[in-house]
């Protein structure tokens, strides 16, 4: 993998997700398979370790907006590390193609549920601070 696009990555995956909050694993697993030839399990491990200090900083700034909900954000915390194991032994047991059809059904899925709670219940514009 080339340093320098490993670093177009990181940062365009950090951008997305400060901006989205993501984590930035919706644009570092497939920029890795896409762009950098890796494979999806590698892909899906390497974001993994890639998302632990874009969530940190994403985390530190947001608390100071006072947007994190820390009780919340515990709870997903504390579970997590058990389905976390349990996703890595079965992605590590199905064939590379299930994987990476799996992946791709979840982001449709997840763009389509957008995409319809957006048109379904339109938000009121959010306030102008630069004033």
Same mark, same amino acid.
């Given at each position: 993998?080339s340093?320098i696009a490993?670093a177009i990555?990181g940062?365009a995956?950090? &951008?997305?997700g400060? %901006?989205l909050?993501? *984590?930035g !694993?919706?644009l570092?697993?497939? $920029?890795?398979? /896409?762009f950098?030839?890796?494979t999806?399990v590698?892909?899906?491990?390497?974001?993994?370790?890639?998302?632990v200090?874009?969530?940190i900083?994403?985390v530190w700034?947001?608390?100071?907006y006072?947007?994190?909900r820390?009780r919340d954000g515990? &709870?997903i915390?504390? %579970?997590?590390?058990l *389905?976390? !194991?349990?996703?890595?032994v079965? $992605?590590?047991a /199905?064939?590379q193609r299930?994987?990476e059809?799996?992946?791709?059904a979840?982001?449709?899925?997840?763009?389509?549920?957008?995409v319809i709670?957006?048109?379904?219940?339109?938000?009121?514009?959010?306030?102008d601070?630069s004033?």
């Amino acid at each position: 993998m080339s340093s320098i696009a490993a670093a177009i990555v990181g940062f365009a995956g950090g &951008m997305v997700g400060g %901006l989205l909050g993501v *984590g930035g !694993g919706v644009l570092f697993v497939p $920029a890795l398979v /896409i762009f950098m030839d890796e494979t999806q399990v590698r892909a899906e491990a390497t974001s993994l370790l890639a998302i632990v200090p874009v969530a940190i900083v994403a985390v530190w700034r947001q608390q100071g907006y006072g947007n994190v909900r820390v009780r919340d954000g515990l &709870m997903i915390g504390v %579970l997590s590390p058990l *389905g976390a !194991g349990i996703g890595v032994v079965t $992605a590590n047991a /199905i064939p590379q193609r299930a994987l990476e059809l799996t992946f791709a059904a979840l982001a449709l899925l997840i763009a389509a549920q957008l995409v319809i709670r957006a048109i379904r219940h339109p938000r009121e514009p959010s306030p102008d601070y630069s004033d």
